[in-house]
């Protein structure tokens, strides 16, 4: 059996217990049991009465969080002239057409958001097998395909969080860092539920928001009491 640390023991006994707290609480709990050397991100996890597997139960959209998410975003937009130096200009890290394609092709994927002009399409659509799974596929539904790709690399950059329901009908998203103020993660948190919420399918039946918890990157997670969730 593997030997659980000291912290970890110490983070679970703190927690032990405590479920459904006001969102309040439960960032005050998961802030004051962080003990990692680094940054830790806070993390949500909605379960939501949803099966993906059907067109019109996918939950899917984007958000931009009042207050950032406190990490560097690295981007890459497919594009060609004026647009690729629009791209460069905003601050995209990596640029290009045909030679971006061969960089992904060959395994080689060091950012976290993927741009594109909308005449790019059928060049990155031979990427759908690599950057799909990693929900990198760019798509005019959260605004990743696009003219206007100032905007979106800026938007990126700026805190917006893309988010989509899992095969189990889960949606998780990092909402800041535990750096941050207890008062501005409360606010990210509750501004990316109701983002979701706001994302409910059609087909959706029953209860749509099942649970809500949140936890560090490190640490253990707590359940949020849903009505404490709204916006304020």
Request: charged fraction near 25%.
């Amino acid at each position: 059996m593997a030997k659980i640390s000291k912290n970890k023991a110490a983070a679970r006994a703190a927690f032990d217990g405590k479920t459904n707290l006001t969102v309040e609480d439960a960032v005050a709990l998961v802030k004051a049991n962080v003990k990692a050397k680094f940054d830790e991100t806070v993390e949500i996890a909605m379960n939501l009465g949803v099966d993906p597997r059907h067109a019109d139960q996918m939950v899917r959209g984007v958000v931009t969080l009042p207050n950032g998410t406190g990490k560097h975003v690295r981007v890459a937009v497919f594009a060609r002239g004026p647009k690729a130096d629009e791209a460069k200009a905003a601050g995209a890290e990596i640029v290009g057409a045909e030679d971006l394609l061969e960089t992904i092709q060959s395994g080689k994927i060091e950012f976290d958001r993927c741009i594109a002009t909308p005449d790019m399409m059928p060049l990155v659509g031979r990427l759908g097998k690599i950057l799909g799974p990693r929900n990198l596929m760019p798509n005019p539904k959260v605004g990743t395909v696009t003219m206007d790709v100032k905007a979106a690399v800026e938007a990126a950059k700026g805190g917006e969080v893309q988010f989509k329901a899992e095969k189990a009908g889960v949606v998780h998203a990092g909402v800041g860092k535990a750096s941050f103020d207890a008062e501005k993660l409360a606010q990210n948190i509750r501004a990316f539920v109701d983002a979701v919420t706001r994302a409910k399918p059609s087909g959706a039946k029953g209860t749509y928001v099942k649970k809500v918890s949140i936890s560090s990157t490190m640490g253990p997670g707590v359940s949020l009491d849903l009505s404490s969730t709204a916006a304020q």
